[in-house]
């Protein structure tokens, strides 16, 4: 198809690169979130290497897919891709939460090619995607939306209004990716607000519901061709992931949600991503 470049790297090399990158940008910044990024890393390496259909030269192409970082605190994963596949220089990830840089804390579209939209306020992802799922419909267009929420959002009700209105206006090509790694800011989710059961829920809306392990890349990628998985109903995958996911003492801890790694912390993890 035109407009389709395709990554000539397999997602799991991908997803290892960008895990790298990160660690890089954070330690630098001397900011947070990497058990958040960590969690997300898998689904974004399968999505633009495998999934997306878009291109890095024509970042505005009118038929492209569109992908909104709900959890927009993880947006030094996102930056990492959109870097990887070309969509702006890798020097730029140096800017990375810097006094003047181009690419804040929070994912921000302003002069940043391949971000639809700034994101960060929790809960609006699902709602900006619905008006984009909406709008294609209307103008004929063929392209999908793809939208990556936390678990932690799933707490807020502009969420859930977001779920009850996509089913009602047959939005088959939105899809809601949830990074379901039970962990949210201050501990987890089922202590803060449980969510359970989940999948049930987005069921119960009217959504397509399908739970996979958000590392496995054969289950993400085959979660999403196809869609529609139904015909006039949106999509939700409930990806199992744990916070952390690639260091061995960031995993499934809630700390990693706003520590920054020490020296010595930074060395031992990427001693454990060089040797992935």
């Not at 198809?1 to 397999?10: K, T």
């Not at 020097?91 to 003047?100: I, Q």
């Not at 392209?143 to 502009?158: H, I, K, P, T």
């Not at 039970?182 to 059961?197: M, T």
Request: charged share 25%.
């Amino acid at each position: 198809m035109e407009g389709i470049i395709q990554n000539p790297h397999s997602s799991v090399a991908f997803a290892n690169r960008i895990r790298r990158r990160v660690l890089e940008m954070i330690c630098r910044a001397k900011s947070s979130h990497i058990g958040s990024v960590f969690s997300v890393v898998d689904v974004l390496a399968v999505l633009y290497d495998q999934i997306l259909r878009v291109d890095p030269v024509r970042p505005d192409w009118r038929d492209r897919d569109r992908f909104i970082l709900s959890k927009g605190h993880a947006c030094a994963g996102l930056y990492a891709a959109l870097a990887e596949r070309g969509f702006f220089p890798a020097s730029w990830l140096e800017e990375f939460f810097a006094d003047g840089g181009r690419l804040a804390g929070h994912a921000t579209h302003w002069g940043v090619p391949g971000v639809e939209v700034s994101s960060g306020s929790l809960g609006h992802g699902l709602s900006l995607g619905c008006g984009m799922a909406v709008a294609g419909k209307h103008d004929g267009l063929g392209y999908r939306v793809f939208v990556l929420l936390s678990d932690g959002e799933c707490d807020e009700g502009s969420t859930w209004e977001a779920a009850l209105f996509a089913p009602h206006h047959g939005l088959d090509n939105l899809v809601a990716i949830v990074d379901y790694n039970k962990i949210q800011s201050f501990g987890r989710v089922a202590d803060v607000l449980n969510l359970d059961p989940f999948a049930a829920k987005w069921e119960s809306f009217g959504w397509s519901v399908c739970e996979i392990d958000g590392h496995d890349h054969a289950q993400i990628a085959n979660s999403l061709r196809g869609i529609p998985r139904s015909s006039g109903r949106p999509t939700c995958i409930v990806a199992h992931t744990v916070k952390g996911k690639g260091v061995s003492f960031m995993e499934d801890k809630v700390l990693w949600h706003y520590r920054c790694p020490d020296a010595e912390e930074r060395r031992l993890a990427f001693a454990e991503l060089e040797g992935k």
